[in-house]
């Protein structure tokens, strides 16, 4: 069955680093892929969205790549603030690309 | 108006009440979800309503009954919950129902708690 894996629970890091968020997926292969902020008792906030034939997309501070061989996304952060502390999920078409299915998420702190 | 808004914000009902949570958004999306999301875990799809027709029951008990009056509005009627209902209720829209191709807009959410 599908399944899509962020690479770790929390990741610590600096102000002004640049953070670097992992998703993983095996046994399927999704035409989009998409990234969406949580913060805490608050719904997601979609952030980005890359289609398959996209190697990578950027806004703003943020960059996404998508690598369909490898069957994984990096989800960049750069010149990272405290503010950017918050939850991040990547998401998926399921099975027969009839539901959007997320992955557990990474909290991201941002420390001063 | 890039908004979704969901009513109420918190809820707390007994296992025999019956209640309602209320979605609502305005930017002309035609399809509309209802998420539920456990702590320190990732929204799970409950509901698609694609043209205000119901496309998707993720196998969800018939305690929950998903109701959809317009193209606007997405209500979640519940009944006989259990304690192990008690999770945050999200509502989600999307310009159209293609899933991965369009992005969804989320709601604050509904915190229920079941007693």
């Known amino acids: 069955s599908q399944k899509i894996e962020q690479n770790s629970e929390a990741l610590n890091i600096q102000e002004g680093k640049t953070a670097t968020l992992t998703c993983n997926y095996t046994?399927?292969?999704?035409?989009?892929l998409q990234w969406y902020r949580q913060d805490p008792g608050r719904g997601p906030v979609f952030l980005l969205l890359?289609?398959?034939?996209?190697k990578e997309k950027r806004k703003e501070r943020l960059k996404v790549t998508f690598d369909t061989t490898l069957k994984q996304s990096l989800f960049h952060i750069t010149a990272s603030q405290p503010a950017d502390s918050a939850t991040y999920l990547c998401?998926?078409?399921?099975?027969?690309?009839?539901?959007?299915?997320f992955g557990k998420g990474t909290m991201l702190l941002v420390s001063p | 108006d890039t908004e979704v808004t969901q009513t109420p914000k918190h809820l707390v009902m007994g296992m025999t009440n019956k209640k309602s949570l209320k979605c609502e958004q305005h930017?002309?999306?035609?399809?509309m979800y209802w998420y539920k999301q456990k702590a320190k875990k990732p929204p799970e799809l409950m509901f698609v309503?694609?043209?205000?027709?119901?496309?998707i029951n993720e196998s969800v008990p018939s305690r929950f009954s998903p109701e959809c009056p317009n193209s606007s509005l997405l209500n979640l009627h519940l009944h006989a919950l259990q304690p192990e209902d008690s999770a945050l209720y999200l509502c989600?829209?999307?310009?159209?129902?293609?899933?991965?191709?369009?992005?969804?807009?989320f709601g604050p959410g509904t915190r229920l708690t079941v007693t």
């Open positions: 989600a829209s999307s310009q159209e129902p293609g899933f991965g191709s369009y992005e969804q807009y």
């Open positions: 046994n399927y292969s999704p035409a989009y």
């Open positions: 890359i289609r398959e034939n996209e």
């Open positions: 998401a998926l078409e399921g099975t027969g690309y009839s539901t959007l299915t």
């Open positions: 930017m002309g999306h035609r399809a």
């Open positions: 309503y694609s043209y205000e027709k119901l496309s």
